[in-house]
């Protein structure tokens, strides 16, 4: 059971706060972020805080949404992962209301956040986080925002930019709210979210690669049509090629292989085994219609070349290479690679590729990391950098076991390593207007590092 829950600004600001049971002290919060803000482990000095952790008999679990810090207290033990998954999906209650899920939006609409708290927890205990069962319960209209000032926000606003193939306003909308002049767009978004795993060895070769996909929907259709969503026809489920009931079903060489999935509760599977179709009903707000998960061997986004060579008893060299290994007319985009060095090094000097644009560098003293940001990547592209690092004490023994190893976060929208594909997505309601329909494919790295 749920004694508080609270969401603070990445200042502390505490933006809503709800009591439910009174058995935790009132200055939880500031607890919780002074805790969180100072984090210490093993004597560093700086560490990013675990999602669960306990104070004073105080069990504190937090997510962070867009840059706000979702939290849950109480004193009773419970399951962590049942915790954090019900704050996700608190957060995206919200955002399913008010359409934009930022500070701004939920200090104007207070009220509306408050009334889906009461419905969605009483007394501690969860009632529902279904978007399309309290729309019968809440009755606020949400506070429309300023889309045009927003920065973007995760992998779905990454479409609003420079992009023709979608309104800039369509994922600001609320599910609930009708357009000004009382009408409602008629259109549904069907968004392919793949988030990779890869290893590299010191020579370059993959140890282990993994995606873990979703096939994400936001509708926007009145009168709740049924949808008929087609997949890849050489999609196969398992290394047998069985169906998704265990039968087995089609299979072949060079197709689209899941290792497992698993489908939101409103899919009906009937004809999946024969044309890889999903039918469904969508509910309000947006939800997973299928999550999967691939360990087969694919073609890496990029790839990474790393040297570092000893320039002298008291310094050394460090050479960074990442080429893109995607066409060029897809480009990556908020690229950040780091490189954890000796924890001797003093001074980092930087030399970028001649030209460079959007590129910026950082040596973080603290916790002795090397950082190097590119705001754009185009396929095909090659960059590098040179960092000279200088020591304090004199190098002994090997110098790459005392740095590394490389990592790297991107985001590439509409390219996704799996090959999953929609084909069709077909609306089965008679109009007089053709609803819209987005397909659209983001790639982000869940965790992208290459050994030394």
């Not at 209209?141 to 992998?155: F, K, Q, S």
């Not at 999609?235 to 079903?249: A, F, K, M, N």
């Not at 000796?342 to 930087?350: A, D, H, L, Q």
């Not at 973080?364 to 020591?391: D, M």
Request: proline share 5%.
């Amino acid at each position: 059971m749920i004694s508080q829950f609270f969401v603070l600004s990445q200042r502390g600001d505490n933006i809503v706060f709800r009591d439910y049971r009174g058995d935790v002290q009132k200055g939880s919060a500031e607890i919780f972020f002074r805790k969180v803000k100072f984090w210490k482990e093993d004597g560093e000095e700086e560490a990013e805080a675990p999602p669960v952790f306990n104070v004073d008999g105080v069990n504190y679990f937090h997510v962070k949404v867009v840059g706000l810090l979702f939290v849950a207290t109480m004193r009773t033990n419970i399951s962590p992962s049942l915790v954090l998954e019900l704050l996700q999906r608190i957060a995206r209650v919200i955002k399913d209301y008010l359409g934009v899920l930022n500070e701004d939006s939920l200090r104007k609409n207070f009220v509306l956040v408050y009334e889906l708290l009461d419905e969605v927890i009483d007394f501690g205990y969860v009632q529902t986080t279904s978007t399309e069962v309290l729309k019968s319960y809440v009755f606020n209209e949400p506070i429309a925002v300023d889309a045009g000032r927003l920065p973007p926000l995760g992998p779905a606003s990454l479409f609003m930019q420079g992009s023709k193939r979608m309104p800039g306003t369509a994922i600001t909308k609320s599910v609930v709210a009708n357009e000004p002049g009382g009408h409602k767009r008629e259109e549904i978004f069907v968004d392919i979210i793949e988030k990779i795993s890869v290893t590299f060895s010191s020579s370059g070769y993959i140890l282990t690669s993994e995606i873990d996909g979703t096939i994400q929907m936001k509708s926007y259709l009145t009168g709740n049509p049924e949808i008929r969503l087609a997949l890849n026809d050489d999609l196969t489920i398992g290394s047998g090629g069985t169906s998704i009931y265990g039968y087995g079903g089609s299979s072949g060489s060079g197709g689209v292989i899941l290792d497992d999935c698993n489908f939101h509760e409103s899919v009906h599977l009937d004809s999946f085994d024969v044309d890889r179709t999903l039918s469904l009903v969508p509910p309000d707000g947006e939800f997973p219609v299928m999550n999967y998960r691939i360990t087969q061997e694919f073609k890496p986004p990029f790839r990474i070349n790393t040297l570092i060579e000893e320039a002298g008893q008291l310094r050394a060299e460090v050479i960074l290479k990442i080429r893109a290994e995607f066409l060029s007319n897809i480009t990556a985009n908020t690229v950040v690679v780091q490189m954890p060095l000796p924890k001797y090094t003093t001074r980092v000097s930087f030399e970028l590729e001649p030209g460079a644009v959007g590129q910026t560098t950082d040596f973080k003293e603290s916790n002795k990391r090397l950082e190097w940001s590119l705001k754009k990547i185009l396929g095909g592209s090659e960059h590098t950098l040179r960092a000279k690092l200088t020591f304090s004490q004199e190098l002994h023994g090997n110098i790459t076991k005392e740095a590394g190893p490389v990592s790297m976060t991107f985001t590439i929208p509409m390219y996704n390593p799996s090959r999953l594909q929609v084909k069709y997505l077909q609306i089965a309601k008679k109009s007089k207007t053709n609803p819209y329909r987005w397909v659209r494919y983001v790639t982000q790295a869940n965790s992208y590092v290459a050994r030394l």
